[in-house]
């Protein structure tokens, strides 16, 4: 009885909505846009004053300043309210969070703005600058090929190329390709004169700054050279064939060939393949002629990739020497697979492969608004869980 008595009262009871405070709502809403109109307005200000700051500051110390004036200067903001005689009673943590964080995304993004082109420029030309070969032999050419990049453009750039020997300079006709930022060109050395060289690029930007880059190559008949065997030999399948090579053509790896006769390109490994300068072949492979009389013809080949540019840049050493060779009655010569360049993007090789790289494409990435974006949705799904569980 006295439990359908408790059912009962129960239901009597009524629910009662809280009474809403009209008055009271419109002026928290009223006051808490002109806290934030007025913190976006003082960001605008700081902002200002921030890049003037950041424009007569030595490199060093342009962001630890800029930034403790910023995060100082938000003290202020209690004060500018008050002189205004705004209501902050309730205005409570969440209030003053908001304030501040509309304060600091205004201040970042106009002074991200002001500091970058066309507002401000700070950054002279980027140049990657590279000698193809630095070591060449007489009768080759040299390849001096630049990536020349800036944020507001290049203004003109300038290349002289010295004899260190005698002295001379001279100034050749240089620009930049628009399409890839790539300006080349090619000294051919017509007295085929031996010795360094030294080469200086200077470019300007719109804002007259300025970057110059130096360098050196040099002309020497020995750039590569044939060690073994002995010119005028005869060869069998199993003679080895040596080859030395300046490990300073290039900072880079570089393919060794030889033809025979002028025919197809017969590509070298390395007898150490971390050891750039010396390479072994043989008269096994393809390209060779039995019981024969060849000629045989060194080569090198320099190649060089810039910065997230996929543009092979190239260009050939010439052994200067010809090799004479006879090759015995040998049924083995000339029947093996050539070697070929390492793939690598494939993690399996054929047999038939060069036992070192060559330079390849290397495009390089910076984090940017993917990254951003995806931490945004972790934090929103976080929050989502969380809201979630207090229900």
């Known amino acids: 009885m006295a439990k359908k008595k408790k059912i009962k009262e129960e239901e009597e009871i009524e629910f009662k909505l809280p009474k809403f405070d009209e008055e009271k709502f419109i002026r928290r809403e009223k006051r808490n846009i002109k806290t934030t109109f007025?913190?976006?307005?003082?960001?605008?200000?700081?902002?200002?004053?921030?890049?003037?700051?950041?424009?007569?500051?030595?490199?060093?110390?342009?962001?630890?300043?800029?930034?403790?004036?910023?995060?100082?200067?938000?003290?202020?903001?209690?004060?500018i309210f008050v002189k205004l005689k705004i209501d902050l009673t309730d205005f409570g943590n969440k209030g003053w969070a908001g304030a501040i964080t509309v304060y600091l995304f205004t201040w970042l993004l106009l002074l991200t703005i002001l500091c970058n082109p066309p507002f401000y420029d700070a950054a002279p030309p980027h140049i990657e600058v590279v000698a193809l070969p630095q070591i060449q032999e007489p009768g080759g050419t040299v390849k001096i090929v630049a990536k020349i990049v800036d944020n507001v453009g290049i203004k003109s750039i300038n290349l002289s190329i010295t004899d260190l020997q005698k002295g001379n300079t001279f100034y050749p006709n240089v620009s930049v390709n628009e399409s890839n930022n790539i300006m080349s060109y090619t000294f051919s050395n017509p007295n085929n004169k031996t010795g360094e060289f030294k080469y200086?690029?200077?470019?300007?930007?719109?804002?007259?700054?300025?970057?110059?880059?130096?360098?050196?190559?040099?002309?020497?008949?020995?750039?590569?050279?044939?060690?073994?065997?002995?010119?005028?030999?005869?060869?069998?399948?199993?003679?080895?064939?040596?080859?030395?090579?300046?490990?300073?053509?290039?900072k880079e790896n570089f393919r060794v060939y030889y033809r025979v006769n002028d025919g197809p390109e017969i590509n070298v490994s390395r007898v150490d393949k971390s050891d750039k300068s010396t390479y072994r072949s043989s008269a096994e492979y393809k390209g060779w002629l039995r019981n024969e009389n060849v000629t045989l013809k060194a080569y090198v080949e320099v190649i060089h990739y810039f910065t997230n540019l996929d543009q092979k840049f190239n260009n050939t050493i010439k052994d200067t020497t010809t090799y004479h060779f006879k090759t015995a009655d040998d049924p083995n010569i000339g029947t093996k697979d050539r070697l070929i360049p390492k793939d690598p993007y494939k993690s399996k090789q054929p047999k038939n492969t060069l036992n070192y790289y060559l330079p390849y494409y290397k495009?390089?990435?910076?984090?940017?608004?993917?990254?951003?974006?995806?931490?945004?949705?972790?934090?929103?799904?976080?929050?989502?869980?969380?809201?979630?569980?207090?229900?």
């Open 38 to 79: 007025i913190s976006f307005l003082f960001g605008l200000i700081i902002a200002l004053i921030s890049y003037f700051l950041w424009t007569n500051l030595s490199e060093n110390l342009k962001w630890p300043l800029v930034l403790l004036f910023a995060l100082f200067s938000a003290s202020w903001l209690k004060y």
């Open 200 to 250: 200086t690029l200077i470019a300007k930007d719109v804002n007259n700054l300025v970057t110059v880059k130096n360098g050196t190559f040099k002309y020497d008949s020995y750039a590569v050279v044939l060690t073994i065997p002995e010119n005028g030999s005869i060869l069998y399948s199993y003679t080895p064939i040596e080859f030395r090579v300046d490990k300073d053509v290039s």
């Open 363 to 391: 495009p390089t990435q910076t984090p940017g608004f993917e990254l951003i974006t995806l931490l945004v949705a972790f934090l929103a799904v976080v929050l989502l869980f969380k809201n979630k569980k207090k229900k």
